[in-house]
């Protein structure tokens, strides 16, 4: 039968990953190559390759396909499935929505990065089956979706779920890219956990950092992970930091918002329970009793496949008019 399958790709700054899968999310294959520099078009052109590669791998020709969705690291007009600017790439105003639907000749679709790799946990990952999720990635930044009904929750102009913005510190906050003070990413990202192990060290504070920072020049978020695991008191008490403001800022979302469960991605939500349980913590201490019994914190469990499984999901929810959620 035509028409049976999906194609998502997530565009990032420095790779695409692209894949197949079928209605109900089974991936069928996938692969990934360095995003190319330069004109849009040639980011298009790439798309373009991958996906003959894939069909030609899967056996299936386009007209298997129901269409393509893609997830990009920009601000967009979802609807017109419009660019407004990728930094990293050069981007600005691009219509990929109509260029792809030219080029591949497939109903396409474009959303946030964040909320396909959201959409893909809710659809086959720690968020199955479930209708309202707050996913949240912990990573060089604070990425955010917010899942209400079984659908992502975009807001007025596309702006919702900007979780790493929210001010969680007014008094005294570090300074944050976005240019406000005390904002959730400047407090909890994975550069600012970096942040505060080198800041320890500076500070000359008893740390085993300071003997990493000789050897490695440098301190990562992994290394205060590390060395809190191994019973560094300083790297302890920056985990406990990034708990509290985690932990509270999620309590207050859920207050508002009363999710099923919360979803934490990214490279820092690899350290496990051992990230989670401070965030638990304090997330306990903050909700209504009634929420925090009731919602679950876990760790995003499809990695890297998230975003271009969520990317495919923007197919299935238009193929299935009035089907979508979790399923
Ligand atoms: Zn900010």
């Known amino acids: 039968m035509d028409n049976q399958y999906y194609a998502g790709i997530d565009l990032g700054g420095t790779s695409i990953k692209m894949g197949i899968c079928s209605p109900d999310g089974q991936i069928i294959c996938e692969r990934e190559q360095a995003t190319p520099q330069g004109h849009y078009e040639n980011v298009l052109e790439a798309f373009q390759q991958m996906l003959h590669q894939l069909l030609a791998e899967a056996e299936l020709s386009p ?49 946030n990065d964040a909320n396909t790799a959201a959409l893909g946990e809710m659809w086959q990952g720690a968020g199955k089956c479930s209708r309202h999720l707050i996913c949240i990635t912990v990573g060089t930044g604070i990425g955010g979706g917010l899942i209400i009904n079984g659908d992502i929750y975009h807001g007025a102009l596309g702006l919702a779920g900007e979780i790493g913005h929210m001010t969680i510190r007014p008094e005294g906050g570090l300074l944050c890219n976005c240019g406000k003070p005390g904002c959730l990413e400047t407090e909890t990202s994975a550069t600012a956990i970096a942040y505060y192990g080198r800041k320890a060290v500076d500070e000359q504070q008893e740390t085993r950092l300071t003997q990493t920072l000789k050897q490695q020049g440098v301190i990562t978020a992994k290394d205060v992970i590390d060395a809190a695991r191994s019973g560094d008191v300083v790297s302890v008490k920056i985990l406990h930091h990034v708990g509290y403001y985690l932990g509270l800022a999620l309590a207050q979302m859920s207050n508002v918002l009363n999710p099923e469960k919360i979803v934490i991605g990214g490279g820092v939500s690899k350290a496990g329970d051992f990230f989670l349980e401070p965030i638990r913590e304090n997330f306990i201490k903050y909700a209504l009793n009634k929420v925090s019994e009731t919602t679950d914190i876990v760790p995003a469990t499809l990695g890297n496949k998230a975003g271009w499984l969520g990317a495919a999901w923007l197919v299935h929810r238009n193929s299935r008019p009035g089907q979508n959620g979790g399923k």
């Open 63 to 111: 007209k298997d396909l129901a269409g393509v969705g893609v997830g990009v690291p920009a601000l967009l007009d979802v609807e017109q499935g419009n660019v407004y600017e990728i930094v990293n790439l050069g981007w600005k105003n691009v219509p990929l929505k109509a260029e792809l639907e030219k080029r591949l000749g497939l109903p396409s679709y474009v959303d």
